[in-house]
């Protein structure tokens, strides 16, 4: 690493303008008649996927290229585990989603400091929505400050999958389901908008899944976390996480943590000389 690092807003303006790009090539793909075939954890991926990855590596790799890669669509190389910043991406998150024809799929693209993100961007293209952090710096969506909107005295709208409304339903919580957004990182993000007062992904999810959401969620005074641990690190050996829960209201948070700790339980500590990244087995994330 150089001994001056770019500030964390140059990095952004580097994410966003490289995920409007994106967004054009992703757009090309999108509701025509494409490749597409199962990975080993049964995720789909698609031809836009790795079109926009290699677009993605070129581009934000020769603006830095002191800086680590780590993308879902790229086989994991260890040497970004001696980065101080690592691009963290999903070239196209909710590939489900995207191979539907359905407009909720993002970009995702983070920038990582010794394993706290510090510039990101959640970029839904078919929707025209950008959202958008840096840390210190504050959340915007479409260049506007990024605002909760709720209607005062609602219920608290969580979308889940059904085990965990199970858990919450349960323990009398008074809620209302929510939509479950193909895309984990749109849907994290829209607790930030207000369309949603908590969202929770099962264990499984992945650094690229929710780095970038994680800077926006921050940003945003939201409280996301790990359910087992805490505030997500990245950029470790293990890149997956536990459930996972953010909420905009605090007084959710015995119950939405609960279920998800009951339906899911907590990852097993890390072995020595395990397998990392997309090398992993084992729960796949619903984003």
């Not at 040497?79 to 970009?107: K, M």
């Not at 952090?133 to 005062?152: D, F, I, K, Q, V």
């Not at 349960?170 to 369309?195: D, E």
Request: glycine share 8%.
């Amino acid at each position: 690493m150089p001994a001056f690092a770019p500030p964390y807003e140059d990095d952004l303006e580097l994410l966003r303008a490289t995920a409007v790009a994106a967004g054009i090539i992703a757009a090309s793909y999108f509701r025509r008649d494409i490749k597409s075939w199962n990975k080993d954890n049964a995720s789909p991926v698609s031809e836009a996927d790795i079109v926009v990855d290699r677009y993605l590596a070129a581009s934000l790799l020769n603006a830095r290229p002191a800086y680590g890669w780590l993308s879902e669509e790229t086989a994991d190389n260890p040497s970004r585990l001696d980065c101080d910043r690592v691009f963290i991406v999903d070239p196209i998150d909710g590939t489900r989603a995207f191979l539907r024809g359905e407009d909720c799929w993002t970009v995702c693209l983070a920038v990582v400091e010794n394993g706290i993100p510090v510039a990101g961007v959640v970029y839904a293209p078919a929707r025209d929505e950008m959202y958008e952090a840096s840390l210190g710096g504050g959340a915007r969506l479409n260049g506007e400050p990024l605002t909760r909107h709720r209607r005062a005295g609602a219920a608290p709208i969580i979308p889940a999958p059904g085990a965990v409304h199970q858990e919450l339903q349960a323990t009398g919580l008074n809620y209302s389901r929510g939509p479950m957004y193909p895309s984990l990182a749109y849907r994290l993000v829209q607790v930030a908008t207000g369309k949603l007062d908590a969202a929770v992904a099962r264990r499984g999810s992945q650094d690229w899944d929710i780095a970038a959401a994680a800077v926006i969620l921050k940003e945003s005074g939201l409280d996301f976390a790990d359910v087992c641990s805490g505030f997500p690190q990245f950029n470790r050996r293990d890149v997956r996480h536990g459930a996972l829960a953010v909420l905009s209201d605090m007084s959710l948070k015995p119950a939405v943590h609960t279920a998800l700790i009951k339906v899911y339980g907590c990852p097993e500590p890390l072995i020595e000389n395990e397998p990392t990244s997309t090398q992993l087995s084992g729960p796949v994330s619903d984003g």
